[in-house]
């Protein structure tokens, strides 16, 4: 019998051989973690063995002089062991709790932040943006460097009520997640088409299968095939996109930026949330963002003040009331904030059948 060919491992790489000896050692086996100041968390195993965790800020997109010098200090300084963390950040695993602070004032003098654990605001996960991925509508990378420039000291103090989890999504469709405050891209105009080009580019049919609402139909223009859009089935999603860029939903004007609040994964106190509008609208505006920046620090601003120890963004508004989250906040409460759409049944495009 032939010999079967091993499969090609293209996800995530076995850790073990990259993890820290110690946590090899004991994996599954802790009995207690803590948490003595912020960017540092402490794990004590069954066995007696500690490990020290300290957590620095990167920004996410590094060349390899940056990488370079990162995993210098884990050599000098550490026991030679790092992980990038899903939020960007980079942990340093040490077994000798006296290593702790050069370890800190190594990373501190590179300008690197500490923080990022228990009750601060951590990193912002954020998506590829136009560095990595073929359809962003903003650069998610520019949004999250100009955010954490303003949001430094909730990175590197621990004073909010609980974590706060943020994350960019550069459309609206794919990537991002879920979050105590997201910021999405938003688009407000259905796809302008190039309809010179949508017969050599694209797949009619697939795109037509794209279109949560059904709104698309292939179409002859110009004794071309191409597609046209019901603009007033079109709820400007951008899904049809991605597999035919000829229908371009990016605008430097009418392609704007969202924020949700309330959505999270985990399921501790309370069961995982999806998060929901609170504000629309807000202009693209490159380099600074500084419209979404007031928007965010008075989230983060009011939650602070007025959320209860352990509360996460979704418990304190389950609290006091969606109503008392808009007043407090002052962001406008507007028709757009209504979930009123009942068009499932007559325009949902939940068959598998194309139409024509
Ligand atoms: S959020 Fe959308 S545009 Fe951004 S990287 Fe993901 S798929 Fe690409
Ligand atoms: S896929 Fe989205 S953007 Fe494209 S036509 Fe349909 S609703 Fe509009």
Redesign the pocket.
């Known amino acids: 019998m032939a010999e079967l060919r091993p499969p090609i491992e293209s996800g995530a790489p076995d850790p073990m051989p990259y993890m820290h000896p110690v946590m090899v050692k004991n994996y599954g086996k802790w009995s207690f973690h803590s948490h003595p100041k912020p960017g540092v968390l402490y794990h004590r195993a069954e066995s007696g063995d500690e490990v020290w965790t300290v957590k620095a800020g990167t920004a996410r997109q590094m060349d390899h002089y940056t990488i370079r010098e990162l995993a210098d200090i884990a050599d000098q300084y550490g026991d030679g062991f790092v992980r990038f963390t899903a939020r960007s950040n980079i942990e340093y695993m040490v077994a000798d709790g006296s290593k702790v602070e050069p370890l800190i004032k190594a990373l501190s003098d590179k300008g690197y932040p500490i923080g990022g654990t228990a009750n601060s605001v951590s990193m912002i996960a954020h998506?590829?943006?136009w560095l990595?991925?073929d359809?962003?509508g903003t650069d998610?990378s520019g949004v999250v460097k100009a955010l954490m420039d303003e949001l430094y000291d909730d990175f590197v103090k621990c004073e909010m009520p609980n974590r706060v989890k943020m994350s960019t999504?550069?459309?609206e469709?794919?990537?991002?997640g879920q979050a105590d405050i997201a910021i999405i891209v938003q688009h407000t105009k259905p796809p302008k088409i190039n309809h010179d080009l949508v017969a050599n580019v694209c797949e009619r049919p697939s795109v037509v299968a794209r279109c949560p609402v059904a709104a698309i139909r292939p179409a002859l223009v110009n004794g071309k095939p191409s597609l046209e859009v019901d603009e007033k089935k079109c709820i400007c999603c951008g899904a049809c996109f991605p597999p035919c860029p000829p229908m371009q939903i990016n605008d430097p004007e009418h392609s704007k930026i969202a924020i949700w609040v309330g959505g999270k994964n985990s399921n501790a106190r309370s069961k995982p949330t999806f998060h929901k509008l609170v504000a629309s609208g807000l202009p693209n505006s490159a380099p600074r963002w500084p419209e979404v920046a007031e928007v965010v620090k008075k989230i983060l601003a009011t939650y602070k003040a007025d959320g209860k120890p352990w509360e996460r963004m979704i418990d304190w508004i389950d609290r006091i009331g969606w109503p008392a989250f808009f007043e407090k906040t002052g962001l406008p409460f507007t028709k757009y904030h209504i979930d009123n759409w009942r068009g499932g049944r007559a325009n949902l495009n939940a068959s598998a059948h194309i139409r024509f």
């Open positions: 998506t590829q943006g990595h991925c359809i962003p998610a999504s550069c459309c469709i794919n990537c991002g």
